[in-house]
């Protein structure tokens, strides 16, 4: 009898070694290494998408129906559109985020529609799904639930109903027969995942697997998952508070860049058509010295936060820098500046960066209004409540002009602010806006247009 032989494979990385050792080289975690099954992979399936044979791009027709609507028009705007048929589709996050209650109401939408979905809830019992069911209000006759942990009964069901929408909840609880080692191992995760992606193109399915997130935010399970599927999002959002933002990392199909907002109720999630109100609406109307209003861009869409700074004296040896909602690389940089160009010492100070809403801002043109924040909380002065920052800050000191400014100020006026402080750009362009545009040059000249008695 041969004698089987086996390897251990980090459960975060998927990096494999023959032998065991504490510390993976690869992702440096300790402990993850797990001893599985060293099995031959089998012959890859041939994926066949058309039988026709090779032809020219401009000879294929695109019908108007390879994208299924999913009901929400925030889903659809990251998705680029809507589900694409024959598309995989992997969806993260944290635990207790939302991610099913979404999915669930994705596919109530999509039932009603006359679209046939299969919903396999492999770590809930049809009853428990139909618990959550009653309370989002979905019920249709299209909307088949199947409690099942083992994938070839998956695909045995999918052969038979045929449906247009395949959902696995989740992807870590799914196992297959060719695999020895435990379901949520990377063996297994990897398998499935790849049996699933030939079901979506063999038969023109779209697949939307719901994936765990480990301790660090990222995806459980091989690295190599995201690059099989054709679209990562990530459900993100504080579960101690309401707001949830839908983002896509890779898209084939789609941006990048767009993301979608929801309001989770008791009813369910509710899709937030104006961002800008939800993440303004606890803001007080008083401002307070620290407090900016700054107008970020994301996708298509421009977007009034509000960003607060803390600034006070230090009890540590060595001052603390705390970001929230922005790189940190970014913020000492700001601070560089800061210190450099306007003379405000900061060495002896701890300073703590907040963006409200639990939105993350990765864009250059929000410099301006946090290197404002960070000296208004400094001078103990107040930033007009009025008046609205964009804006990057360059080393030396000078504000740089940022892309989309015009659907910025826009957004800006539509939510009734009086001014804007912009950088340098065409004075022409001023005619087409009802607010009070104000150009400035450098951070000094910002501080002193922006800057309001208390």
């Not at 041969?2 to 510390?23: D, F, H, L, R, S």
């Not at 301790?215 to 999002?233: R, S």
């Not at 060495?347 to 290197?371: C, M, Q, R, T």
């Not at 924040?373 to 107040?382: E, M, N, Q, S």
Request: aromatic share 6%.
């Amino acid at each position: 009898m041969a004698k089987i032989k086996t390897k251990w494979v980090c459960q975060n990385c998927g990096y494999e070694t023959p032998k065991y050792i504490g510390k993976c080289p690869d992702c440096g975690s300790w402990g993850t290494l797990i001893e599985e099954t060293d099995i031959k992979p089998s012959l890859p399936q041939s994926v066949v998408i058309d039988e026709s044979g090779v032809c020219l791009i401009n000879e294929i027709e695109i019908t108007e129906s390879i994208r299924i609507p999913s009901g929400f028009e925030e889903f659809d705007r990251v998705l680029g559109g809507g589900l694409v048929q024959g598309s995989l589709i992997l969806l993260a996050g944290d635990p207790g985020i939302g991610k099913s209650t979404l999915i669930l109401q994705t596919a109530g939408n999509i039932c009603s529609n006359n679209k046939k979905l299969l919903y396999v809830c492999a770590e809930e019992s049809g009853s428990q799904v139909k618990l959550r069911a009653k309370r989002l209000n979905v019920n249709s006759d299209n909307l088949y639930v199947y409690s099942q942990t083992n994938l070839e009964a998956v695909i045995n069901q999918t052969e038979t109903l045929k449906p247009d929408i395949l959902v696995i909840d989740s992807v870590q609880s799914m196992y297959t027969s060719n695999i020895t080692s435990s379901s949520g191992s990377v063996s297994q995760i990897r398998e499935c995942t790849n049996m699933l992606m030939s079901i979506a193109k063999n038969k023109n399915i779209t697949v939307i697997i719901i994936g765990h997130v480990t301790k660090d935010g990222n995806i459980a399970g091989p690295k190599v998952l995201e690059h099989m599927v054709d679209t990562v999002i990530y459900f993100e959002g504080d579960r101690y508070k309401s707001q949830r933002l839908l983002r896509s990392i890779k898209n084939r199909f789609g941006s990048t860049n767009e993301i979608g907002v929801f309001n989770m109720e008791e009813s369910g999630l509710v899709e937030v058509t104006n961002p800008s109100e939800l993440f303004m609406k606890e803001r007080t109307e008083n401002a307070t010295p620290g407090s900016v209003i700054i107008a970020t861009n994301e996708g298509t869409r421009a977007l009034l936060v509000e960003v607060q700074a803390l600034v006070g004296a230090t009890s540590y040896p060595s001052p603390r820098r705390v970001a929230t909602g922005i790189e940190f690389n970014r913020l000492l940089q700001i601070i560089a500046v800061l210190e450099k160009r306007i003379g405000i010492n900061l060495s002896k100070h701890d300073v703590y960066v907040n963006v409200i809403g639990g939105i993350e801002i990765d864009e250059p043109a929000a410099d301006l209004g946090i290197a404002l924040a960070i000296a208004t909380c400094y001078r103990d002065v107040v930033v007009d409540g009025d008046c609205v920052i964009i804006g990057e800050v360059s080393l030396s000191g000078e504000i740089r002009n940022v892309n989309n400014l015009e659907k910025r100020i826009y957004e800006a006026q539509k939510l009734g602010f009086k001014k804007a402080i912009v950088p340098k750009f065409n004075k022409k362009q001023n005619d087409k806006f009802d607010i009070e545009i104000i150009q400035v040059p450098r951070l000094t000249d910002a501080i002193i247009k922006c800057v309001s008695k208390k």
